[in-house]
């Protein structure tokens, strides 16, 4: 997807806008010339600035433009894999990482055209790899299934 410079610089003068907001609370340091608020608002002011350079300067064509790749069966598979994500977020919880993983690798491999059996081993494979990579060498706190149990 090409998105315009328009839409970059009202979405970056939102953010600016939003970080001097948050600084609203911002308490005063008593004995200091700038307080804690001043940096997050000099960021959110040259935000401001740039989108409005970006909402002037760039003032040709649409805001949004698909790219012709995304108008045909592509299309599924991006919104495959954005599925696979959510997914992955709502089951992991309950089968654990490596058969999420599994699963998910599967699928998406089976829907971009690969082979049941060969799909299958990649995944599984994946899967324990990220599992080693992640929870083990990495010590990132991972769902855990019945699968997790029997490894530890």
């Known amino acids: 997807m090409q998105i315009n ?10 953010g600016g806008v939003a970080i001097i907001a948050g600084t609203l609370g911002f308490r005063e340091l008593p004995g200091q010339q700038f ?10 002011s040259a935000l ?15 805001w949004m433009r698909v790219p012709d790749i ?19 977020v709502l089951i992991s919880p309950y089968l654990g990482f490596i058969a999420t993983s599994a699963l998910m ?10 082979r049941l059996l060969p799909a299958a081993v990649t995944a599984s494979v994946m899967a324990y790899l990220l599992y080693l990579i992640f ?10 299934g019945e ?3 029997l490894l530890l």
């Open 5 to 14: 410079d328009r839409l970059i610089g009202a979405i970056a003068i939102c």
């Open 48 to 62: 401001i600035l740039t989108g409005l350079a970006m909402l002037v300067l760039r003032t040709e064509g649409p």
């Open 70 to 88: 995304l108008l045909g069966a592509a299309k599924w598979q991006v919104v495959a894999a954005l599925a696979a994500v959510i997914g992955w």
């Open 135 to 144: 929870g083990v060498l990495l010590r990132v706190p991972l769902p855990f």
């Open 35 to 44: 307080g804690s608020a001043f940096f997050p608002r000099i960021v959110g």
């Open 105 to 114: 690798i599967w699928v998406l491999i089976l829907l971009a055209g690969g």
């Open 147 to 149: 699968i997790e149990r």
